[in-house]
């Protein structure tokens, strides 16, 4: 949270409940493609990744992504995949996190939403074969913990949380480094 701070100086003159309100927002860092908030019931730190921030197996391949505007996200866009073989997600994070015990997600949604008079609706029709092998998540850090997941995407239309794994920081003063990676087979289409 010190990188908050320093980011922002009106933080400095806040009195104690005010600056913790504050913390408990999401707080833009690198050029808000990341954010970071307290967790407001236990304080734990939260941190969230755009695509943007992330290296993604084939990303400026115009044939199979693009970048599509949403509302449905914190971002102003996401990563969205039109049909691949073969996906790899990495993301290496450099931050001081305080000892506790974390979570990895991905955030993930089958289908492309549009609004169409006023709402929201996603069009499921081209999805085909996220149900049929299991897509595998995996962890790993700089410090030998690993994790790996697998689960079926099997909810079209919603963003779904899907658990990686977990890590354990326990000195403070060190700075995590971590590669998450997502392998996945020829699938479409997802954002």
């Given amino acids: 949270m010190e990188k908050v701070l320093l980011a922002d100086a009106t933080l400095k003159n806040l009195q104690k409940k005010e600056l913790y309100a504050r913390l408990c927002r999401p707080n833009p860092l690198d050029g808000g493609t990341k954010e970071i908030w307290l ?3 236990k304080g734990g ?3 969230s990744i755009s695509s943007k921030a992330l290296a993604i197996t084939g990303i400026d391949d115009r044939r199979y992504w693009s970048h599509i505007s ?3 996200s914190r971002y102003p866009t996401v990563a969205y995949l039109q049909q691949t073989w073969w996906l790899e ?3 290496e994070l450099e931050f001081q996190f305080p000892a506790w015990t974390y979570n990895l997600f991905f955030r993930l949604k089958l289908g492309k939403s549009s609004k169409r008079f006023g709402r929201w609706v996603c069009n ?9 092998k299991p897509v595998q998540f995996w962890l790993t850090t700089s410090d030998g913990q690993h994790a790996v997941s697998r689960c079926h995407l099997d909810n079209p239309r919603n963003w779904v949380l899907h658990h990686v794994g977990d890590f354990v920081v326990i000195d403070k003063n060190k700075i995590f480094n971590d590669t998450d990676r997502l392998h996945s087979y020829k699938r479409r289409p997802l954002c």
């Fill in 39 to 41: 967790e407001k019931n």
């Fill in 45 to 47: 730190v939260c941190l």
């Fill in 70 to 72: 949403t509302e449905e």
């Fill in 89 to 91: 997600v990495d993301g």
């Fill in 124 to 132: 499921s029709e081209h999805i085909h074969g996220w149900d049929i």
